[in-house]
């Protein structure tokens, strides 16, 4: 138990070193203004680049803080601390049997407000990369129902390839 309390200190001071302040209000607008050219395209390049961070924050975690984990769960443990961190979501849960993760409070979502499509993706993006640099294995992570869609919440559906 000590040892996962080191590994979840080691974490948090990881996040408070690697991370920058950004406005919420800012990043709201900006995500708003950036979704209207999704019909262009756009959204594969964000998820993309998202996609990115997503594996250098894994990289950065196991390169200077020297944090390992082989298995899913764990991954997705230290994903929620991170995700729960940066107050771009409020909730951050996952089902292990179906292979989902589930979001509550998406900042994409308060941009957007209601939207045809899922406005979620670049959280799928970092999700994704983050997962498959983290474990090294191929892993996809797909938005297959949003709370901008009117549903409960944002859902992403996990696959190992």
Do not use: W
């Not at 395209?41 to 984990?69: H, S």
Request: glycine letters at 6%; proline letters at 1%.
């Amino acid at each position: 138990m000590e040892y996962l309390k080191d590994k979840f200190r080691t974490l948090a001071e990881a996040i408070e070193r690697e991370s920058v302040l950004i406005h919420r209000a800012a990043l709201i607008d900006g995500y708003r203004d950036i979704h209207k050219l999704s019909k262009l395209g756009i959204d594969r390049i964000i998820k993309k680049a998202t996609n990115y961070g997503g594996k250098k924050g894994a990289k950065i975690l196991k390169e200077r803080y020297n944090i390992y984990v082989d298995r899913l769960d764990e991954a997705l443990d230290i994903l929620t601390i991170i995700a729960e961190s940066s107050r771009l979501l409020d909730v951050f849960e996952y089902d292990l049997d179906k292979m989902e993760i589930f979001v509550d409070g998406s900042i994409l979502v308060e941009a957007v407000g209601e939207s045809k499509k899922p406005t979620c993706e670049p959280m799928a993006g970092f999700f994704e990369g983050f997962l498959s640099e983290f474990l090294e294995k191929n892993i996809s992570v797909k938005e297959i129902a949003c709370r901008a869609q009117g549903n409960e919440r944002c859902i992403f559906k996990i696959v190992q390839k």
